[in-house]
């Protein structure tokens, strides 16, 4: 086979050699031109391969999201309100279910996401070196074959947690603040390093950005281990059903930065379908089940931040006010946002000290310390 190889290679040679003499062209211009072809199809390729990459306009993606969103539009007469996300329901025992929060990496190794579409309520935080880590809570009952990869506690996700009564938290390890926490509180945790039967361990990529859950794992998890009082009310936010959208000067364009250029989310602005398609690093941000990311409210909640040691982990000023901003229905709402003590809810609130009410549907809060930026455009 060897020999072969060879016989065929010098026989290309000596061709290429004859045609070098007979057109007249030297072995130095020769690997030029020969470059410069090389060159002109990658080009081409990588043009083919990446024509979506910065594509915003609606597709066949955006018309799945359409159903997923149709599917949880309100009337205006909601008698039966779910406490979670404004969404109604069919009957007052559906109002308190049960609430699983998963902690899901972004690093741009551990891309695409698994599951993080079906999330009901998400917020978006930096970590170290303000890769941002999101914490998305779902229905007990939701059926999602896969979500991931999770990754470890912080603190200041726990100070979010606290907010949704006994909640199933789900997560990979911790730093030391959050184990601590974890172990002097009463947390319904559901730590990978100690119950590594409700995960599991991808082939797909490499450790730490393969461990992943799902439904049927955390339906399991919680029938055995939830607390008796596990279905408590929470508080909720104020929704408002019946919501005007804009008409004019919509803002239709929202960039939140945490890091200039992987860690950016875009937001745009569906006018006519009334909810917003997110963008990361220039593209469609689609999870590995292939659906996309979509708000019915978005909340960038501006918060002070300090890394605390030399690995670069945060301490995350969650309690007390600070200035929020609100995407909803098209419009840009500005005011503060309250939290008093660990348990209590994170409220939203006007110049003049309503509660703003936001969109029934899928909310995302995105916490922006003073290393990230906002852009709105209309």
């Given at each position: 086979?060897?020999?072969?190889?060879?016989?065929?290679?010098?026989?290309?040679?000596?061709?290429?050699?004859?045609?070098?003499?007979?057109?007249?062209?030297?072995?130095?211009?020769?690997?030029?031109?020969?470059?410069?072809?090389?060159?002109?199809?990658?080009?081409?390729?990588?043009?083919?391969?990446?024509?979506?990459?910065?594509?915003?306009?609606?597709?066949?993606?955006?018309?799945?999201?359409?159903?997923?969103?149709?599917?949880e539009v309100q009337e205006v007469d909601c008698e039966h309100m779910r406490l979670l996300?404004?969404?109604?329901?069919?009957?007052?025992?559906?109002?308190?279910?049960?609430?699983?929060?998963?902690?899901?990496?972004?690093?741009?190794?551990?891309?695409?996401?698994?599951?993080?579409?079906?999330?009901?309520?998400?917020?978006?935080?930096?970590?170290?070196g303000n890769i941002t880590r999101f914490f998305a809570l779902f229905l007990e009952a939701d059926?999602?074959?896969?979500?991931?990869?999770?990754?470890?506690?912080?603190?200041?996700?726990?100070?979010?947690?606290?907010?949704?009564?006994?909640?199933?938290?789900?997560?990979?390890?911790?730093?030391?603040?959050?184990?601590?926490?974890?172990?002097?509180?009463?947390?319904?945790?559901?730590?990978?390093?100690?119950?590594?039967?409700?995960?599991?361990?991808?082939?797909?990529?490499?450790?730490?950005?393969?461990?992943?859950?799902?439904?049927?794992?955390?339906?399991?998890?919680?029938?055995?281990?939830?607390?008796?009082?596990?279905?408590?009310?929470?508080?909720?936010?104020?929704?408002?059903?019946?919501?005007?959208?804009?008409?004019?000067?919509?803002?239709?364009?929202?960039?939140?930065?945490?890091?200039?250029?992987?860690?950016?989310?875009?937001?745009?602005?569906?006018?006519?379908?009334?909810?917003?398609?997110?963008?990361?690093?220039?593209?469609?941000?689609?999870?590995?089940?292939?659906?996309?990311?979509?708000?019915?409210?978005?909340?960038?909640?501006?918060?002070?931040?300090?890394?605390?040691?030399?690995?670069?982990?945060?301490?995350?000023?969650?309690?007390?006010?600070?200035?929020?901003?609100?995407?909803?229905?098209?419009?840009?709402?500005?005011?503060?946002?309250?939290?008093?003590?660990?348990?209590?809810?994170?409220?939203?609130?006007?110049?003049?000290?309503?509660?703003?009410?936001?969109?029934?549907?899928?909310?995302?809060?995105?916490?922006?310390?003073?290393?990230?930026?906002?852009?709105?455009?209309?």
């Open positions: 086979m060897k020999k072969n190889v060879k016989k065929d290679l010098k026989k290309y040679l000596r061709k290429i050699k004859k045609w070098q003499k007979k057109k007249g062209v030297d072995s130095v211009h020769f690997v030029y031109a020969l470059a410069g072809v090389v060159g002109l199809v990658a080009l081409l390729l990588v043009l083919f391969f990446s024509r979506g990459f910065f594509q915003t306009e609606k597709g066949d993606m955006d018309r799945e999201v359409e159903e997923f969103v149709r599917e996300d404004g969404v109604c329901v069919s009957s007052a025992e559906d109002i308190a279910p049960g609430i699983i929060g998963i902690m899901i990496e972004n690093h741009i190794e551990a891309r695409p996401l698994a599951g993080l579409s079906q999330a009901r309520v998400v917020y978006e935080a930096p970590v170290e059926e999602v074959a896969k979500v991931g990869p999770v990754r470890s506690a912080r603190p200041y996700y726990l100070d979010w947690l606290a907010e949704y009564g006994d909640a199933m938290y789900m997560h990979v390890g911790g730093s030391p603040e959050a184990l601590d926490r974890i172990a002097s509180t009463d947390v319904f945790d559901m730590n990978e390093f100690s119950r590594g039967w409700y995960f599991w361990r991808g082939k797909d990529r490499g450790a730490p950005h393969n461990t992943y859950t799902s439904s049927e794992l955390w339906q399991d998890a919680y029938e055995k281990y939830s607390p008796d009082n596990a279905h408590v009310e929470i508080d909720a936010w104020k929704f408002n059903n019946d919501g005007e959208v804009c008409e004019e000067d919509c803002i239709t364009d929202i960039t939140i930065a945490f890091e200039r250029w992987t860690y950016k989310a875009h937001w745009v602005y569906n006018v006519e379908e009334d909810y917003y398609k997110r963008y990361e690093s220039g593209r469609r941000h689609i999870d590995q089940g292939g659906t996309p990311i979509i708000a019915n409210t978005i909340i960038v909640q501006h918060v002070d931040a300090q890394v605390i040691d030399n690995v670069g982990r945060l301490r995350v000023d969650t309690i007390g006010e600070g200035d929020v901003d609100i995407f909803v229905h098209g419009k840009h709402l500005s005011g503060i946002w309250k939290k008093e003590n660990v348990d209590a809810k994170t409220r939203w609130y006007d110049d003049s000290g309503e509660e703003i009410a936001i969109a029934p549907g899928v909310i995302w809060i995105s916490v922006l310390s003073g290393n990230g930026e906002l852009t709105v455009e209309e």
